[in-house]
Nanobody
Framework: QVQLVESGGGLVQAGGSLRLSCAAS????????MGWFRQAPGKEREFVAA????????NYVDSVKGRFTISRDNTKNTVYLQMNSLKPEDTAVYYC????????????????WGQGTQVTVSS
C-alpha cells in the first residue's frame, strides 16, 4: 500500500503559478503510476495529469496542456504538479493518486488517494 499527502495549495491571482507536491510513503513508490485529479464545487472529480513510474510517459487533460507539468522524483518519493498561467476555472481541490497503470490512472484513477489540497485562483 501507499499513503499520499499533498501540499502546496493556496490562493493565487489569475496568471500566477503554484507547485503542488505529493509525498508518498512506502518503499515501492517508484513502481506506481502517479496522477493528479481535481474537483471543483458542484462538479465531478476530473483527471488532470499522470506520469508513468519511469517518468517517461505523461498524460494531460486538454484544458491544462501547455500550462501544467507533472514530474516525479523517485529518490524523494514525491510527485509534483507545476501549474502556470492559472485561471479561475482551475479552482478546485487537487488530489494525488497512485495506481499500477497509466491507462487506469488516466481513465478513472488508481487505488490510492490523498486527502486533497485546495487551490483557489482569483480573477
Amino acid at each position: 500500500q501507499v499513503q499520499l499527502v499533498e501540499s502546496g495549495g493556496g490562493l493565487v491571482q489569475a496568471g500566477g503559478s503554484l507547485r503542488l507536491s505529493c509525498a508518498a510513503s512506502g518503499r515501492t513508490f517508484s513502481s506506481y503510476t502517479m496522477g493528479w485529479f481535481r474537483q471543483a464545487p458542484g462538479k465531478e472529480r476530473e483527471f488532470v495529469a499522470a506520469i508513468s513510474w519511469t517518468g517517461g510517459t505523461t498524460n494531460y487533460v486538454d484544458s491544462v496542456k501547455g500550462r501544467f507539468t507533472i514530474s516525479r522524483d523517485n529518490t524523494k518519493n514525491t510527485v509534483y504538479l507545476q501549474m502556470n498561467s492559472l485561471k479561475p476555472e482551475d479552482t478546485a481541490v487537487y488530489y494525488c493518486n497512485a495506481g499500477f497503470s497509466i491507462v487506469v490512472v488516466t481513465e478513472r484513477g488508481g487505488d490510492y488517494w490523498g486527502q486533497g489540497t485546495q487551490v483557489t485562483v482569483s480573477s
